[in-house]
């Protein structure tokens, strides 16, 4: 009435009022970057778990309390030639038992001579071994055995559990003096993973012989496997997330009533 109309005042700089969905085209490249990467990040730490470790389940207490029974362990692949003192790993000799996998500990190596036992401890190459990884009180005494010469190329190997561990102590008599050939070895224990106990300790005690295996690339991987499972998620989330960011600040900024003039 009286020549009155009424016009909506159009939003500051002409344009529309909102924003393409998901933050941008820039932020839709960055996630789905972000995706792609974790992906390989993801895939590729378990190709390479895959190709550089195998899982094997403990069926008895001999390496008690590093090792319990039915523990499931992760073991490195490696060579025999790879092997050194303290390393917990994996063989198969038919002479100790037919078409199985052992699991012990390497106390020696070819040339040394191992001897049991000086105040209660193990003895290679007449250097008194301390041992934490033994069961609590327990001492390293095992009966029957007095002194082994580990021919070159061979393993003397015991169990953390001593009186209750068939290992080379229960082959004394064979020729090879209860000894084991490196090529019998197929893998080296790095991790507990069931029930998760984590990586094994390093065997400080046999510092004073020669240097000790370097740890295997577990953690690598660990960190590989989380690093891309934590891309994939947060580039898929980020999408929706922005989305719905821009729809909220598109709302805000709507004018709320109409122009009058």
């Given at each position: 009435?009286?020549?009155?109309?009424?016009?909506?005042?159009?939003?500051q700089?002409?344009?529309?009022?909102?924003?393409?969905?998901?933050?941008?085209?820039?932020?839709?490249?960055?996630?789905?970057?972000?995706v792609?990467?974790?992906?390989?990040?993801?895939?590729?730490?378990f190709a390479w778990?895959?190709?550089?470790?195998?899982?094997?389940?403990?069926?008895?207490?001999?390496?008690?309390?590093?090792?319990?029974?039915?523990?499931?362990?992760?073991?490195?692949?490696?060579?025999?030639?790879?092997?050194?003192?303290?390393d917990?790993?994996v063989?198969?000799?038919?002479?100790?038992?037919?078409?199985?996998?052992?699991?012990?500990?390497?106390?020696?190596?070819?040339?040394?001579?191992?001897?049991?036992?000086?105040?209660?401890?193990?003895?290679?190459?007449?250097?008194?071994?301390?041992?934490?990884?033994?069961?609590?009180?327990s001492l390293?005494?095992?009966k029957?055995?007095?002194?082994?010469?580990?021919?070159?190329?061979?393993?003397f190997?015991?169990?953390?559990?001593?009186?209750?561990?068939?290992?080379?102590?229960?082959?004394?008599?064979?020729?090879?003096?209860?000894?084991?050939?490196?090529?019998?070895?197929?893998?080296?224990v790095?991790?507990?993973?069931?029930p998760?106990?984590?990586?094994?300790?390093?065997?400080?005690?046999?510092?004073?012989?020669?240097?000790?295996?370097?740890?295997?690339?577990?953690r690598?991987?660990?960190?590989?496997?989380?690093?891309?499972?934590?891309?994939?998620?947060?580039?898929?989330?980020?999408?929706?997330?922005a989305?719905?960011?821009?729809?909220?600040r598109?709302?805000?900024?709507?004018?709320?009533?109409?122009?009058?003039?």
């Amino acid at each position: 009435m009286g020549g009155e109309s009424m016009t909506r005042t159009a939003p500051q700089g002409g344009g529309t009022g909102t924003a393409p969905a998901g933050g941008g085209r820039l932020g839709q490249r960055l996630s789905g970057v972000a995706v792609a990467l974790g992906l390989v990040l993801f895939l590729g730490g378990f190709a390479w778990g895959a190709l550089a470790y195998r899982p094997y389940t403990v069926p008895t207490g001999s390496m008690s309390p590093t090792i319990a029974v039915g523990d499931r362990v992760l073991a490195q692949r490696v060579d025999g030639d790879e092997v050194r003192r303290g390393d917990v790993v994996v063989f198969e000799d038919k002479s100790w038992v037919d078409d199985a996998k052992v699991v012990k500990r390497v106390v020696a190596v070819g040339g040394d001579t191992v001897s049991c036992c000086t105040d209660g401890k193990l003895t290679v190459n007449g250097k008194q071994i301390d041992e934490p990884y033994l069961p609590a009180g327990s001492l390293a005494e095992i009966k029957g055995f007095t002194t082994v010469t580990v021919p070159r190329g061979r393993l003397f190997l015991l169990g953390d559990e001593r009186q209750g561990s068939l290992d080379s102590t229960a082959h004394l008599t064979d020729a090879a003096q209860g000894t084991v050939s490196r090529s019998a070895v197929s893998a080296r224990v790095d991790a507990v993973v069931w029930p998760w106990k984590g990586m094994l300790k390093r065997p400080t005690g046999f510092e004073t012989l020669g240097a000790l295996s370097g740890p295997g690339p577990l953690r690598t991987i660990e960190v590989l496997v989380v690093a891309g499972a934590i891309l994939v998620l947060g580039g898929g989330a980020y999408g929706p997330i922005a989305g719905r960011l821009t729809r909220s600040r598109t709302v805000a900024a709507r004018p709320e009533a109409a122009g009058v003039r």
